[in-house]
Each structure stands twice: as structure tokens, then as C-alpha cells.
């Protein structure tokens, strides 16, 4: 039997998913290469804590044209270490456009029902946040749009209504993609070998074949190179990468408004153990309204109080903007803003004005206080440098180029009515069993003959 090498480039929600069902192939054996450091603690993981702040060590900061920063996490685990755990599917419409021989409503259910459980439980040990969990904000802010005519949406699929958070979390701590994938019966496998605090300069490319990667002057040969390392570090990497010639790449973002106002009602937002975003109003615009359970400095060390918020997201159709990379390896971010999106986002904060100042928060809100925040903000969800169906097959197969796959962010083809980790983590899973399956029936792992996976030049 010939052994078949593969390299995955970035331990985050995707990679982890990708490097354990590989490494349960007899015939593969899989180097996980993350760029930043291995496991991550309890503490990390806190449901109450988001350790994004300024001197965050599991964080990587990207800043955009407008003087944003576009925060990723850094390290075994990637984002779904550092996020708040929000992990709700899209709405079942977001996926109209994906290939649907790939992409059936079946398939989708079942690689959700992996990671969820149906909507509580599975690999990713998710819940349903809880009535105790809400802040009386929370508590009136769900009232408010249920008075108003917005159905509560009980169902696993969001829908237009006031949607409950769905979190990768037990009763403490959020549940990464590491501890729910790289368990240490995995991490044992012969199969796979984890190699953490290595950046990867770039993909070896030669005659329209990868053939490798290329960390710490070091080539790590390989049959299939395939990219999660996020929508951002993806493209960059293989804008750096000699043979590749695209160096501008689309890129898309939900923005958001948020909206500040002073609490009277005396109940700390902070508890112990209680998430940032409870539960969200999902419009028939495609506007998701973010409920946020206290001030942001509760949750994020370093950040200065502002007093509690709402935001207000602009999910479909999203910001459209650009990644490039110039001569020199200079990467500019531009996330957009597309008007449709903010006009939406503007009617909505206006709304969401109303609903603050209306009797039925007068106990919750101090008069006068409420503010829309003038700069317009994003929601770190970065998506479609690389989408299938236009730089990527339905698998991530990077088109024109053997041997080369992305599973990340990056693929995603359209906008989502909700965050992407869930969808991301189930697309990651589909694709991970799609290349896994028996050689009579998967989609081949292009490889050049026996060999590979040997450290060349060092």
C-alpha cells in the first residue's frame, strides 16, 4: 500500500476537523502545521471571557482600510478558542447556491447533526443558552419583537424571528474544535503529527502541481497540501507563493452598528459563566439584531467601558470588499460596505432606538442615553476569498492547480443569515469524509507516485 502525505496548513475549527478523519486513513498520514502555539488552557476557554483583548495571546490582529481590526485566533483551536461560542447553523436558504450533487439537504443535516446533535448535543457538545442566562435586558429585548409580531424560533434551523444562541459550551467553558477533535487518543495517532508555533512561508508550486510547503526554510513535500488556516491566511498565503498568480482576492464581511445606552436596572451583566450574546432577532432583510447580555469590558480584558449594547449586523447579502497583497508582501483589507446592507442597518438602528426608549425598557435604560455608535464596526466573520464555484470545486479543490484544497472560510460561496463557525466547522466535516472515503470512491488525493512528506533541505 502506498502512503499517502498530506499537509494541513492551520490548526483552527477547520483543520482540526480535516487532520483527525484523514488520520484515520490507512493509507494517509497527516502533518497539521498551525502557526501558533498548541493546546489551549481552561482559561482560554471560559464561557464568559472573550480573550480577544489588546494583549490576547491566542489572537492574530489584521486592520483594514477604515482602521478596523479584524481579530482571528492564533494557535490550536483557532477562532472557536477565542470566540463567544456562538454556534448557530444559517438559515436553510443560505445554501441554495451551493452544488447541490455536494451540497444536498441531507447531507447538510447529517454533518450538523455531527457537530450539534440536532441542536443540542454532539461532537461539539452544543446547547441552547438558557432563560437563566439572560440579562432582564435580554429578557425584554425578546418580549419586544415577540409583541411586535416576530414569532420565537424553537427549531435547530434559524429562521426570521427571535432566535435563542446555540453554543459550542458545557455549563463553563466554550468547546473548541481542539478538544472536541484532537483528543489525546487522537493526537496519538501514528497517522498524524501536529506541529505547532511553525509558520508556513508558502505552497510549493511546480508545473500546476503543490507539491509541498515551505516553513522555516525547510520544504515539507506532500501529495495534497490543504489550506485552513482562515479566509485571511489562506489567501495571503498563496498570494505569496511563487507560482501563483492572482494577487487580489474578494472578500466578505458582516458589518455592524452598535448601539450604546446607559443600564439602570442595578443587575451586574458580568455574572460568572454567562455568555456576551444570548439571543438575536433575525429580520426578513437580512439584518441579524444582537442582543448583547452587558458591557463588552466585562468579557474582554482591556477594553474600556461603554456601557451595554445592541448590534445591529448586515448579514445578507454582506459587505463585499477586497484582500490584496503588493509587491513587497504588504497585505491591505478592504471589508466593504455595500449600501444596500447599511441602509438596512440604518432603518433597523433606528427601530432598535425606538425599542430602547419604548416603556417597556424604561426600567433597564436611562433616559436619554441611548447613542448609535458612528463608526461602523464588523463582526470578525470574514468569508469568500476563495469561493467554490468560481476560484474552488464544490470540494475546495483549487481549480487549475493538482494536489492544492482549501477547507476554510474562505471557500464559502454566499453570504449566511447567521455567523459562520457552525457552517464553516460542518463544511470542513463534509468535505474531511468526501476525500476520506475508499479509494474506489473518493475523490483522488493527487500524489506524484510513492514517497513524499520528508523534510528536503534541512
Given amino acids: 500500500m502506498t502512503t499517502r502525505h498530506v499537509v494541513v496548513v492551520g490548526a483552527g475549527s477547520c483543520g482540526c476537523v480535516v487532520a483527525e478523519r484523514l488520520s484515520r486513513v490507512d493509507d494517509v498520514v497527516v502533518t497539521l502545521i498551525e502557526a501558533g502555539r498548541d493546546r489551549p488552557g481552561d482559561e482560554d476557554l471560559r464561557r464568559d471571557r472573550l480573550p480577544v483583548g489588546p494583549d490576547a495571546p491566542r489572537v492574530r490582529r489584521h486592520s483594514t482600510v477604515d482602521g478596523l481590526d479584524l481579530v482571528r485566533g492564533r494557535g490550536v483551536g483557532g477562532s472557536s478558542v477565542v470566540n463567544g461560542g456562538y454556534f448557530l447553523r444559517g438559515h436553510r436558504t443560505d445554501l441554495d447556491g451551493w452544488d447541490r450533487r455536494w451540497w444536498d439537504a441531507d447531507t447538510v443535516e447529517r454533518f450538523h447533526r455531527t457537530l450539534d446533535g440536532g441542536g443540542t448535543g454532539g461532537v461539539m457538545s452544543v446547547r441552547r443558552v438558557d432563560d437563566a442566562d439572560l440579562h432582564p435586558r435580554a429578557v425584554a429585548f425578546e418580549n419586544h419583537w415577540e409583541a411586535l409580531g416576530y414569532d420565537v424560533v424553537d427549531a435547530v434551523w434559524p429562521t426570521v424571528g427571535i432566535n435563542r444562541i446555540r453554543m459550542n459550551a458545557d455549563a463553563a467553558a466554550r468547546v473548541s474544535a481542539d478538544r472536541a477533535f484532537l483528543t489525546d487518543a487522537v493526537r496519538a495517532r501514528s497517522s498524524l503529527r501536529i506541529v505547532a508555533d511553525t509558520t508556513v512561508d508558502e505552497v510549493v508550486l511546480s508545473g500546476g502541481v503543490a507539491r509541498g510547503v515551505r516553513a522555516g526554510g525547510d520544504t515539507l513535500a506532500a501529495d495534497e497540501v490543504i489550506l485552513c488556516a482562515g479566509t ?138 441611548v447613542s448609535i455608535d ?50 464553516t466547522m460542518m463544511m470542513a466535516a463534509r468535505i474531511a469524509e468526501a476525500i476520506s472515503g475508499p479509494d474506489s470512491t473518493r475523490p483522488a488525493i493527487p500524489g506524484r507516485g510513492p514517497g513524499g512528506g520528508g523534510i528536503v533541505g534541512s
Avoid at 245 to 270: A, C, K, M, Q
Avoid at 385 to 414: F, H, K, Q, W, Y
Fill in 374 to 423: 458612528p463608526v461602523l464596526a464588523t463582526s470578525h466573520h470574514a468569508w469568500g476569498t476563495l469561493p467554490m464555484g468560481a476560484a474552488t470545486d464544490a470540494l475546495g479543490g483549487v481549480i487549475g492547480v493538482e494536489g492544492l484544497r482549501v477547507v476554510d472560510g474562505s471557500i464559502l460561496p454566499t453570504a449566511l443569515s447567521s455567523g459562520p463557525h457552525a457552517t
Fill in 232 to 369: 485571511l491566511a489562506s489567501a495571503a498565503l498563496l498570494a505569496r507563493s511563487d507560482g501563483w498568480s492572482t494577487s487580489t482576492f474578494p472578500l466578505s464581511e458582516h458589518r455592524e452598528i452598535l448601539l450604546r445606552y446607559r443600564d439602570r436596572s442595578g443587575v451586574p451583566g458580568g455574572a460568572a459563566g454567562v455568555p456576551l450574546l444570548p439571543t438575536v432577532l433575525h429580520t426578513e432583510d437580512g439584518v441579524e439584531i444582537r442582543c448583547y447580555n452587558s458591557d463588552f469590558a466585562d468579557h474582554i480584558d482591556g477594553v474600556p467601558r461603554s456601557g451595554p449594547a445592541v448590534g445591529v449586523a448586515g448579514m445578507v447579502p454582506g459587505a463585499s470588499g477586497h484582500l490584496t497583497m503588493d509587491a513587497g508582501g504588504t497585505v491591505t483589507l478592504d471589508v466593504g460596505g455595500t449600501q444596500v446592507a447599511t441602509d438596512a442597518m440604518r432603518r433597523w438602528s433606528h427601530r432598535v432606538v425606538d425599542m430602547l426608549e419604548s416603556s417597556d425598557h424604561a426600567d433597564l435604560v436611562e433616559a436619554g442615553s
